[in-house]
């Protein structure tokens, strides 16, 4: 853990008590002892990160001293808002992808159910968001990746249109690296890819379609990664 999200970060003590899930994380977790130290962000003031000293710790709760402060932002290093649009998996492929996508530093991800998405699948926005601000944490970036879910797949698209952004198909074009330098998003589909009907959507919004340079086919989970690591690493 690089660091803790605290919602009164910069105080100049902090009170923890045990029902809490920060006391649980830092100390049945973590296992932090009496006199160590912790780092901590809050998340309405990503710039700063706090250094704070276990002053007090019992079964009951815990105090925490504030020791330094410095302004430190850590970020992909080339600085890009990309986003990106899933359209929906299984829920168990998407919690185990969130993570790398969040390390690698993608911006936003925009989930939708397209035509090869199984409907019955809920994404719990909450636990969703629990995981990628864990993943902030152990990697150290100082954001974490947004998410929302979109009812209207057309329309979110229209709101992208002055957006350099393609959909990632079975192609003949290869995603090359001077591609890639100005993008701002990509579109991913299902397992399966898109369906007819949206392979002509997104012709009529002028998203040209690319694919990674192999023969294999790709799962969705592993196309995303692959462009999102292109694109930002």
Known sequence: MQYIFLDNSGEKS????????EYNYLFKVRRHKLNSFIFARNENNLEKLYKYKIVELDRKSASLEL???V????????????????CVVDL????????????IGVS???FSYCDFSQKNIKIDLERINRILRTSSMQSGRSSV???EIIEDLEELLETKKDK???????SENILSNSVCENLNGFIVGAEGGFSETEREILKNK???????NTDTILKSSTAIVSVAGKILL
Do not use: C, G, H, M
């Open 108 to 110: 936003k991800i925009y």
């Open 92 to 103: 168990k492929t998407i919690e185990k992808t969130l993570p790398a996508l969040n390390e």
């Open 145 to 147: 990746t947004k998410v």
């Open 206 to 212: 002028n998203i040209q379609s690319y694919r990674v």
């Open 164 to 170: 350099n952004l393609i959909s990632i198909d079975f």
């Open 14 to 21: 902090i009170f923890l008590k045990k029902e809490t899930e």
């Open 71 to 86: 302004s430190k932002v850590i970020a992909n290093r080339t600085n890009s808002e990309l986003f990106i649009i899933w």
């Open 67 to 69: 020791v330094d402060e």
